[in-house]
Structures are given as structure tokens and as C-alpha cells.
């Protein structure tokens, strides 16, 4: 029987107790699949500034390198605002990714008609919507050189390399081979250079994936019909900035952040998270949302493990949970049939 490490990392605020909920949908999962896990606990964050004097001590890194996949909670809170950069848990969380190399990012937008078909549907929740932003992750404007400020000027540099942009581009095809096959690539070619290389490159990527039908689409434009149509997406391509913006942009098509998972990949070991971060407001109260939590369990399936009848049985439960009126607090204002706490919500989606 096959046996995955799973290097969990709780972090702060909700952390522990959103990932608890996932590591009890996986275990039951695993119940019923020929493969089984073992879990191993890491401190990243606040927590491991307050333990270690270090938001990202040696040890969890360790600990990642050893493992077979990377769950992960969310981290800081205001709490350690206050300490000099390079101690917040942020930057903790920013030198891991750098450390692991994943140069991915994975981030889905759903709206699940299982929770809109039950309620008085929300004017911003468009039904159908399933995208997936594939975003270049540790190159760009947010890393190119060269970069610097004196008193009247700053200045940044928006570099991709052929390479960068071959390798995003393949997690791009690759993912749409398993999506509807449609890859929107963005890009702001009719001004950057460093966007025309994007664009030439990926169309030359393009050729490995002849089933993939690849479109073009200027970064404002994106922007403008992920409001006007966001069902015409399934794949966009995009590099580090752009996909900040989009991603986040997309996020709020789906009705609370307390559902939406993300996946770091490209290295050996991905990183699999929820897109909300610890919220420092609710923690404690057991009212927050676990499913962005366990869709990113999902995710460590499909994406990191291979598991990919494990991962759709993840989701079809989660779909069951929204279609069946369970609520948490936070998605309330769809009819509920009942609100239940984070830990009822964990149990009810493990036990189908
Ligand atoms: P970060 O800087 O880490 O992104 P933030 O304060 O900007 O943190 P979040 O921690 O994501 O943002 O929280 C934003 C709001 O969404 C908060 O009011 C929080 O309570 C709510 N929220 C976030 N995650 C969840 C969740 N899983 N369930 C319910 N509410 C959530
Ligand atoms: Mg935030």
C-alpha cells in the first residue's frame, strides 16, 4: 500500500483548526483507496517566530523536503505587524515557495451551483463559472533587476526568460488537457516587449498541445470580461503581476473566500492552501470556513499525488455539503437549512 508524506504547516489564527478539517476529509478518503498517509507537523508564522525566534525556521524546511506534499493553513495577524520585515511571517511564508522552487500557481474559481440553485441568488454570483488562473509565481516585476528607489525615483524591471515562460506555459496546456482544453494567455503585448517574447513563446509552446485551443488577451481586456463573462474562461496563462490582480479579481466571482483553494507546483514538493489568509477576527470561535482548506487537500491529489479519483471524490462531497443546505457562518446568507461550525462542516464532508 502506498504511503504519502503529508508535511502539515497549521500556521496562525484559523490555520490549525481549518486544516484539522482537511486532514479528516483525507483520512477518510483514505479509508477507502489503496494508499494511506502519515503526517508530519511544521511551525511556519507567527507560531514559529514566537517559538523559534524565526517565521520560517530551518527545520520546517526540512521538514517540506522530506515530505510528499505540503498542506498548508494560512499565517500571521496583527500581532507580529509590527516586527521588522524580514521576521513576519509573510516573508516566512514568500522564502519557503522561494526555497521549495515552485513557480506555479494554481488558482481556481468556482461557483458552485450547488450553493447558488438553493438561494436567492446573489447579483454577483454568476452560475457556470469554472476557471483556473495558472500564474507564474518567482519571476517578473516582483523579482527582476534592476530594481531600487532614491528620494524622487523608484523603478522596477519586468523580466520573463524564454525559459520562465516555456516552463509556465506547459503547466498551463498541461492542466487545460485535463480542464475544457481552452488556454487564454494574457499578456500586454501591444506595449511590453517582455510581453511579445510571452506571447511568441507560448504560441510555440502551443504546438505540443494540438487539442488545446489557445487565445490571446491583453491584461485590461482580462480584466474587463472576467466581470462581463467570466464563463468564457477556463485556462488563463499569466505571468507574476497580472495574475496577482486577475486571481484575486476571480476569487470574488465565487461568493466567500472561505472557498477557494490554491496549489503551488513546478518542484518536487507542492504547497496547497486556501486563497483566505488566517483570519485573525474569527480564530478560536470555530466558525470558520474548512472547505477553501479541504479543496486544496483536493488539489494536493490531483496536482501532487496523482491521485485524481481520490481528489473528485473530495470535491463530489463538498458539492454534496452546499447541495444538502449545510452552511457555514459565512455563506449564511445563502438559505441555509442549517449553520454549522467548522468542525461539523469537516465531519459531514469526510463521512460521504
Ligand atoms: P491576509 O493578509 O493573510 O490575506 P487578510 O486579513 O487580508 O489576511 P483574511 O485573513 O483572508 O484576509 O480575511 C479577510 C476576511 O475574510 C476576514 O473578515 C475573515 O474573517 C474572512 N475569512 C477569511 N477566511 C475565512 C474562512 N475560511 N471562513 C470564514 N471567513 C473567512
Ligand atoms: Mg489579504
Given at each position: 500500500m502506498k504511503k504519502y508524506k503529508i508535511a502539515l504547516i497549521k500556521g496562525d489564527g484559523i490555520g490549525p483548526e481549518i486544516v484539522d478539517e482537511a486532514v479528516k476529509v483525507l483520512d477518510a478518503v483514505a479509508s477507502c483507496s489503496d494508499f494511506s498517509f502519515s503526517y508530519e507537523e511544521a511551525l511556519m508564522g507567527g507560531c514559529a517566530y514566537d517559538i523559534a525566534g524565526d517565521p520560517l525556521p530551518k527545520e520546517t524546511i526540512n521538514i517540506a523536503l522530506n515530505s510528499d506534499a505540503v498542506l498548508f493553513g494560512a499565517i500571521g495577524g496583527e500581532?507580529?505587524?509590527?516586527?521588522?520585515r524580514e521576521m513576519r511571517p509573510e516573508s516566512g511564508l514568500l522564502r519557503f515557495r522561494k526555497e521549495l522552487g515552485v513557480y506555479a500557481n494554481l488558482r481556481p474559481a468556482v461557483v458552485y451551483d450547488e450553493l447558488i440553485n438553493a438561494?436567492?441568488?446573489?447579483?454577483s454570483v454568476v452560475k457556470g463559472v469554472d476557471l483556473m488562473v495558472v500564474r507564474e509565481l518567482i519571476g517578473g516585476i516582483y523579482f527582476g533587476e534592476p530594481k531600487g528607489r532614491t528620494a524622487d525615483k523608484g523603478w522596477n524591471t519586468m523580466v520573463y526568460t524564454r525559459d520562465e515562460i516555456v516552463r509556465i506555459a506547459h503547466q498551463a496546456f498541461k492542466i487545460a488537457m485535463q480542464r475544457s482544453k481552452r488556454v487564454c494567455s494574457v499578456d500586454k503585448a501591444n506595449v511590453l516587449d517582455v510581453s511579445q517574447l510571452w506571447r511568441d513563446t507560448v504560441i510555440e509552446v502551443a504546438k505540443e498541445y494540438p487539442e488545446v485551443e489557445l487565445s490571446h488577451m491583453y491584461v485590461d481586456n482580462a480584466a474587463m470580461q472576467l466581470i462581463r463573462d467570466p464563463r468564457q474562461f477556463d485556462v488563463m496563462l499569466t505571468g507574476n503581476i497580472f495574475g496577482d490582480i486577475l486571481s484575486d479579481e476571480a476569487s470574488m466571482?465565487?461568493?466567500?473566500?472561505?472557498l477557494l483553494p490554491s496549489a503551488s507546483v513546478g518542484a518536487k514538493i507542492g504547497v496547497y492552501e486556501p486563497i483566505?489568509?488566517?483570519a485573525p477576527d474569527i480564530a478560536g470561535q470555530g466558525i470558520a470556513n474548512p472547505i477553501a482548506t479541504i479543496a486544496s487537500a483536493s488539489m494536493m491529489l490531483r496536482y501532487?499525488?496523482?491521485?485524481i479519483a481520490a481528489a473528485k471524490k473530495i470535491d463530489d462531497a463538498i458539492k454534496k455539503a452546499l447541495s444538502e443546505g449545510y452552511r457555514t457562518q459565512d455563506l449564511a446568507?445563502?438559505?441555509?437549512k442549517e449553520v454549522c461550525s467548522t468542525s461539523e462542516m469537516g465531519s459531514i464532508i469526510a463521512n460521504y
Open positions: 500581532k507580529w505587524d509590527t516586527l521588522p438561494s436567492s441568488l446573489k447579483a466571482l465565487s461568493g466567500s473566500i472561505g483566505h489568509g488566517s501532487g499525488l496523482d491521485e446568507q445563502f438559505d441555509a
